[in-house]
């Protein structure tokens, strides 16, 4: 097995993991998202006069319907589709209904979820010089002889990939650096949970590992549940399928890059 991966794996199974990886992923929760008083009183005036349709159409221009329904989407696009659809108008009338004024206030302002808000964290730590080299614009990057990290856009680093190392993914990139002459390329992405989402995000940065690069060290800078000794599909992969890349968390990453 890669050795940075299994270093990460005994981080998180022997170590305070969680308690050192907060300082990289800080996931405090925002504020409550705040409706303007003008059209609340309008979803109140409809839910009063019983106007469903209206209700409805206050409600889907929100940042966040107060009901998680498979058909909401839908609805948000395409506002004329209330009209056509009455037993679907029906039915999501019903739960608000049941809910009341004070309950889908309570969901309609409910801070943004904190995975999304993890992506800039990443870029954020390095900022601060904690691997303990410049981080500077893609202008001064090419310039510095020494050590240096990149610091650009998600797209100015798939480009400056493109251009120079003949990356061909159409996905932005998260990390570039120089150490010790060489290039380092990768994503950083925290595994909060198994399934869905999360497993579409492992998958996307296996396939930068599997890319195309010339020129350049390929890793991916992979945290959460991901290292949990487990039959998950994550840990059997990392361990089999994909134990001879470059997979470690951002907490051996230092050592990493000082070492190639």
Known sequence: MNHWTQLSIDFANQRDYLDKLFRVYPTIPEDIREIDPNPWQEIEDAFNEQDKI??????????LFPIKDSYVAYLKRDRTALGRNPATVNRLYGRLREMGL?????????????NRQIGPLFRRWLRKRTIG?????????????GNVILDASDNEMMNYAKEHFGYEREKGLDFIAKFNGKYVIGEAKF???FGGHQNAQFSDAISTLQSNIEGAIKIGI?????????GNKMYREITTTYSEYNIMSVLVLREFLYQI
């Open 54 to 63: 209206t209700l409805l159409k206050k409600l889907l221009s929100l940042d």
């Open 102 to 114: 004070d309950k889908i206030l309570e969901k309609c302002t409910e801070p943004k979820e904190t």
């Open 133 to 145: 080299v410049p981080v500077v614009n893609i202008d001064a990057f090419d310039s510095i002889q």
């Open 191 to 193: 595994l909060t949970d």
């Open 222 to 230: 992979l945290d959460g549940v991901l290292y949990i000794k487990s």
